[in-house]
């Protein structure tokens, strides 16, 4: 069971929920910029381009909305909305995906000096490889940069943590989230929030040139790591901005801003392990979690508001498991793009069980009753 252990570590991961500034609606948002430049493009705007949303933007944007013949938007405009808007038109019209601020490979990166060259330049491919898979396999491309962090010890990796997360950052909610997701340093592990990456690596020298097709060695296993946690930590990334950049917030609200955590997190460990593995191994892999852990839970509804910044490690990877096996079973039903969709139409504004229905095509109280004989 080397590998799956591996591969569970990987698929461990905390969104981690930090107190940090909000996303700013002053000026320069680029998902914001990105709008003005659509809606310009399309004859609705002829306002400056300064990334902030203003009463012509907004007028802009009601009046495209009346006239569209597709679907409505059903939200007010905001800046945590402009990123759904941007990417809704990215998708409608390849001629406005040049205004996104990105598409599909822009990753920005903050290594810490101590980490080895070659181990940067593997982190920067195999994240490449990950947002081209996620366009491949989900159809889903990102409409901001993902930044991703890398260090080798608390310390360092805090440092420049608190320089992407803001001087309100919360150091000692890092410390409990870096020893929870990190084991203090002595595994792979890693976190994401709000479209930046924090991994952490082993201490001593990490060797990450090595091809997945060599044999089985320490080298090839903390590739093959690393690999499929990035992927599972650029997923959460994609849920984010798909979201509409949900903010932190009350238990009782986290269900509807994110939808259940059992598939928040299943669905970063499905597409880690149908893409990281290519296409065929997924089905293989799940049949056997599915044996290990003794067949799908009972109750998966307890996985909804699993709070897993106070559950034990154990309790995660029980969520992981079968939140990872629960996605898998949804895109055997609905097709992969169906995760993407549910949440897209989230952060649409529609109710959690109603995207739900929408995207799977059966009620999440169905799915409940029945996922005990899957």
Request: aromatic share 12%.
């Amino acid at each position: 069971m080397g590998a799956l252990n591996h591969l569970r570590l990987a698929a461990f991961c905390i969104v981690a929920v930090l107190v940090c500034p909000p996303h700013s609606a002053l000026a320069d948002d680029p998902a914001v910029r990105c709008l003005q430049k659509q809606l310009g493009k399309l004859g609705y705007y002829g306002g400056v381009e300064d990334g902030a949303v203003n009463i012509e933007l907004n007028k802009a944007f009601g009046d495209f909305n009346d006239g569209r013949a597709s679907r409505q938007f059903d939200f007010e405009l905001d800046s945590s909305k402009a990123i759904v808007a941007c990417r809704e038109l990215g998708m409608e019209n390849y001629r406005l995906r040049a205004y996104w601020p990105s598409f599909r490979r822009r990753i920005a990166t903050d290594f810490h000096s101590t980490l080895d060259t070659s181990v940067q330049d593997s982190l920067r491919e195999l994240a490449s490889d990950a947002l081209d898979r996620l366009h491949e396999v989900f159809e889903v491309s990102l409409a901001e940069t993902i930044t991703i962090l890398a260090a080798t010890n608390k310390p360092d990796l805090r440092q420049i943590w608190m320089q992407h997360a803001g001087a309100t950052s919360d150091a000692s909610a890092f410390d409990r989230i870096y020893d929870l997701a990190c084991s203090n340093g002595s595994i792979v592990g890693g976190f994401e929030f709000q479209g930046v990456l924090a991994i952490c690596l082993p201490k001593g020298n990490i060797d990450l040139t090595v091809s997945l097709r060599q044999p089985d060695t320490q080298s090839a296993r903390n590739r093959f790591t690393v690999k499929l946690l990035l992927f599972h930590e650029i997923f959460h990334a994609a849920q984010y901005q798909l979201l509409g950049r949900p903010g932190d917030g009350p238990a009782s609200q986290l269900l509807q801003k994110w939808g259940p955590e059992w598939l928040v997190e299943g669905a970063a460990g499905y597409f880690a392990i149908r893409a990281g593995f290519n296409d065929g191994a997924a089905g293989p892999i799940y049949v056997k979690i599915r044996n290990e852990i003794g067949g799908p839970a009972g109750d998966l509804s307890k996985y909804e508001s699993i709070h897993k910044y106070h559950a034990s490690r154990t309790d995660i990877i029980e969520l992981a498991d079968q939140g990872g096996y629960a996605a898998f079973v949804l895109a055997g039903m609905a097709g992969d793009r169906s995760i993407t969709e549910f949440y897209e139409k989230i952060g649409f504004g529609m109710h959690w069980k109603t995207a739900f229905l929408e995207a799977f095509g059966r009620s999440v109280e169905d799915f409940y009753r029945q996922y005990g004989s899957y």
